[in-house]
């Protein structure tokens, strides 16, 4: 099935993230295409892209991630480390289903192509 998803694991605390903001942009025209918040599973309701919405492009998500450590009650620098981490992928088979997943801890991130 295509479309867009992501999924964000707090390493730290060794737990879905739930309640991280995620924005999503076209990066070559800067386009905010949608505004998401993780659910208790640390994923969407929805996909972020859906099929039909599927372009070959670049994308640039947003994920507000010093803003859920903060929360869950982490001592974090003023400012934080990693406050809002950037991931830049492109879209290149619409067909495809795109997994961009983000494992976090307020001092590192990984991320790949997931399935």
Known sequence: MAGLTTHILDTANGLPAKGVRIELYDDKTGQLLGEFVTNADGRCDQPLL????????????EFFTADYFAA???????PAFLDQITIRFAIADTQS???????????SYSTYRGS
Request: aromatic share 10%; net charge negative; hydrophobic share 45%.
């Open 72 to 78: 869950r009650g982490h001592d974090l620098s003023d």
């Open 97 to 107: 289903h795109y997994h961009v997943p983000l494992l976090v801890s307020p001092f």
């Open 50 to 61: 859906a099929a039909d919405e599927m372009k070959v492009a670049v994308y640039r998500l």
